[in-house]
């Protein structure tokens, strides 16, 4: 698959806004204990806890040592006349979970998890990560031991089993296509340690690129203003039917976070469950978006489609496809020159790395051939391409 030459710290940074990803997203106090501010107060707009106090007890709502909360309490003395997010949320809350995930000399880490199916437990790689134990906690029994069965760090997913789930713990469906932009959503988690916590938004994007490690991407990305925070990772965003419509993956600011979409759960975690692992289809390309000055460097009728800039020697691509052969000077800088432009990839038009990337991601698969429509040369051709597996990262 081709590379995203943009990081996480780019990524993000251009957005506009402080959020916690992979590193920062997951880390909380012990149990029995809220990361808060001085005023008390859990921080909201920052992407890492505060380095306030971290204050003994319990917040309310936040894991109790015996297992106990008083969340349970309040739900149950709801008044009759509630709203209808109230009733996604008692829909599905006993299917989500607190998880701990503990590493020698390093502070455990923090996340949530929802349950997929009889035993298991989606979450985030990034939670569970080089973690020697992996505990998940449910309001009816407390803390139960748990085995990560299988990791992806390039979609950033991870499944983990344990036994004596509560009956009230049932799987949460997958939605079967993607949500519309605007579509009302529900973030469930465990944000800094307050169990059950909620929050409400919309989609506020779809097909949104994430960094992954090594330059490549998460693809199919969710878009949302619900607020997410650090201990929200892993947790499921709902819509009003109480579908996952994504995994919480990262958040931090006052209006924008983003989960790993349903399509991307639906394809990579059957794997991770049977075999613990997932193969991505790799292309050996490195890519750039076709801008104006690359069009008139290239004499490219329009400034449209992928351009070549590097094939990697020995991968998928070498032999294929061609990259930069040559540069020239346009508007007072050195412009790559000679490599092909990807126009299709089936019969999917190719105009960004986005669609790419969803299109290698969700429609593809190791070992498959597919039709490649590029311009060489100023001269449209097909090439047949036989996409091999992306490398372990390093």
Request: proline residues 7%; aromatic residues 4%; glycine residues 14%.
């Amino acid at each position: 698959m081709d590379e995203d030459p943009w990081s996480r710290r780019r990524l993000l940074g251009t957005l506009g806004t402080a959020l916690a990803g992979a590193g920062a997203g997951c880390t909380i106090g012990s149990p029995g204990t809220s990361t808060e501010t001085p005023a008390g107060t859990p921080t909201t707009g920052s992407a890492t806890p505060a380095s306030g106090s971290e204050t003994g007890g319990s917040s309310a709502g936040s894991i109790d040592p015996d297992g106990e909360t008083g969340t349970r309490e309040l739900r149950d003395d709801t008044a009759e006349s509630t709203s209808e997010v109230t009733d996604v949320y008692r829909q599905v809350v006993d299917s989500v979970a607190a998880v701990r995930a503990d590493s020698p000399g390093e502070r455990a880490a923090r996340g949530t998890a929802w349950v997929f199916d009889e035993g298991t437990l989606v979450t985030n790689e990034h939670v569970v990560s080089g973690a020697e134990s992996v505990s998940v906690w449910f309001e009816a029994t407390g803390w139960l031991e748990a085995s990560v069965v299988g990791t992806d760090v390039y979609s950033d997913l991870a499944v983990v089993e344990t036994d004596g789930m509560p009956d009230s713990a049932r799987p949460l469906p997958l939605a079967e296509r993607e949500p519309p932009i605007g579509t009302q959503v529900i973030a469930v988690g465990n944000p800094f340690g307050l169990t059950g916590s909620i929050s409400t938004g919309v989609v506020s994007g779809r097909n949104r690129a994430l960094p992954a490690p090594n330059g490549f991407s998460i693809p199919d990305a969710v878009q949302t203003d619900a607020p997410v925070n650090p201990g929200n990772s892993g947790g499921p965003l709902v819509d009003m039917d109480g579908t996952v419509v994504g995994v919480v993956n990262s958040g931090g600011g006052d209006n924008i976070g983003f989960a790993i979409s349903a399509a991307m759960v639906r394809r990579v975690v059957p794997a991770l469950r049977s075999t613990g692992n997932y193969d991505h289809p790799y292309m050996g390309v490195r890519i750039r978006e076709v801008t104006p000055r690359l069009a008139a460097a290239n004499d490219l009728p329009v400034a449209k489609g992928l351009y070549v800039d590097e094939v990697i020697e020995g991968g998928p691509s070498d032999g294929v496809l061609r990259g930069t052969t040559g540069t020239e000077l346009v508007d007072g800088q050195q412009v790559q020159t000679g490599g092909d432009v990807i126009l299709r990839m089936g019969r999917t038009e190719i105009n960004t790395q986005q669609t790419l990337s969803t299109f290698l991601a969700l429609e593809t698969s190791p070992g498959d051939t597919v039709e490649v429509t590029i311009l060489r040369d100023g001269e449209r051709e097909q090439a047949l391409l036989r996409l091999g597996s992306r490398p372990d990262p390093e």
